[in-house]
């Protein structure tokens, strides 16, 4: 009965490599965000999607793709893997977009690229 | 533990004292804001929001003030215990529940 899950939880993988990071909440939030962590444990804004539209894009590389099928789900997909993209990424979900609400977090997905 | 190499604030505590972990905001028109906590190897977990409307709000241990003048925001904990251990994060809502996070802050119980 988790509330927001992501798989896998780690992930190690060669430089050059494409991946993919998936989320899923069952809360019923309409909104959905992906964060970086880097390893000073700062955490950053990615994308926020609100019932599969694209409402926040934070200058991110263009070889990440957020993908939401579904109002539940949001994927996070990384093309050709650098060595700066080793980090936690984080899922989150929020009841509505433009509203102050309460963003709830997965575990995390700790990347790793060599 | 993951916190040895970060050179985040740290704030050592006596195990049954009192803690207040301080954050400053960057954003007057910011409207919410929100203490997370996050434990080794997990996610952020919500402890407690306020809204710009208000200047204190209470809950269980903790109590969470917020300083509009200075843009200042403290997170309380009463009693702390061993398992307050962690890193704390204030976050800034900007508009549009766009979140921004303060550095984080960590927190030492010593039994």
Not at chain 2, 71 to 85: C, E, F, N
């Amino acid at each position: 009965d988790t509330a927001v899950s992501q798989t896998p939880k780690y992930l190690v993988t060669q430089m050059g490599n494409d991946k993919s990071i998936k989320c899923e909440q069952n809360l019923g939030h309409d909104t959905m965000y992906w964060y970086k962590q880097d390893s000073k444990k700062f955490l950053k804004i990615m994308f926020s999607y609100n019932n599969k539209e694209l409402i926040i894009n934070e200058t991110v590389p263009n070889r990440f793709s957020p993908k939401s099928p579904d109002k539940a789900h949001l994927n996070l997909h990384i093309n050709s893997l650098e060595l700066g993209d080793s980090a936690v990424y984080f899922c989150a979900s929020s009841l509505q977009a433009g509203a102050a609400d309460t963003q709830y977090f997965g575990p995390g997905t700790r990347l790793t690229v060599l | 533990g993951e916190s040895v190499g970060l050179h985040l604030p740290t704030l050592s505590v006596q195990e049954g004292d009192n803690s207040i972990i301080n954050c400053a905001y960057s954003n007057s028109a910011s409207d919410y804001f929100i203490w997370y906590k996050q434990e080794s190897g997990k996610g952020p977990q919500f402890i407690i929001d306020i809204r710009s409307n208000m200047d204190k709000r209470q809950g269980q241990r903790v109590t969470v003030l917020l300083n509009k003048t200075v843009k200042h925001l403290s997170l309380q904990i009463a009693a702390t215990q061993p398992g307050d251990s962690a890193v704390y994060f204030c976050a800034e809502n900007m508009g549009g529940n766009k979140l921004v996070f303060g550095a984080g802050t960590i927190l030492r119980v010593k039994s």
